[in-house]
């Protein structure tokens, strides 16, 4: 686990890194217990399923390209370098509806998702 060496640096080149709907991408940044930090990559038309998380804040971050976001039924679009903060029990889905470019974003949950995610 990378959190380890306080020291250590982080990127997409030496983060783990994981494929989700066959074609996005994720890097664990940070892998803690109380907080994790993932950027993910998103291709034009992909999208996650419609979810709830029971301790998990997430913020999800926007680096580069536009981000949707569906959070109890209202719809956000978020381009580079804006944010939106998910808590708990709000039910979500992030989307890239561009038809020509990939988004990439970080998200940042406390604590940590794994475990605490339930489809919707």
């Given at each position: 686990?990378?959190?380890?060496?306080?020291?250590a640096?982080?990127?997409?080149s030496?983060?783990?890194?994981?494929?989700?709907?066959?074609?996005c991408d994720?890097?664990?940044?940070?892998?803690?217990?109380?907080l994790?930090?993932?950027?993910?990559?998103?291709p034009?038309?992909?999208?996650?399923?419609?979810h709830?998380?029971?301790?998990?804040?997430?913020l999800?971050?926007?680096?580069?390209g536009?981000?949707?976001?569906?959070?109890?039924?209202?719809?956000?679009?978020?381009g580079?370098?804006?944010?939106?903060?998910?808590r708990?029990?709000?039910?979500?889905?992030?989307?890239?509806?561009?038809?020509?470019?990939?988004?990439?974003?970080?998200?940042?949950?406390?604590?940590?998702?794994?475990?605490?995610?339930?489809?919707?």
């Amino acid at each position: 686990m990378l959190q380890s060496d306080a020291m250590a640096v982080v990127n997409r080149s030496n983060a783990p890194h994981y494929k989700w709907a066959d074609v996005c991408d994720g890097w664990r940044l940070l892998d803690g217990d109380d907080l994790s930090v993932i950027e993910e990559r998103m291709p034009p038309g992909t999208a996650e399923v419609m979810h709830v998380h029971d301790k998990a804040n997430q913020l999800f971050f926007v680096l580069d390209g536009t981000l949707t976001i569906e959070v109890d039924g209202r719809t956000e679009r978020l381009g580079p370098s804006d944010g939106l903060n998910v808590r708990p029990g709000q039910i979500h889905q992030a989307r890239n509806e561009d038809a020509a470019s990939d988004v990439r974003f970080l998200v940042i949950s406390s604590p940590t998702t794994r475990g605490d995610r339930e489809a919707v």
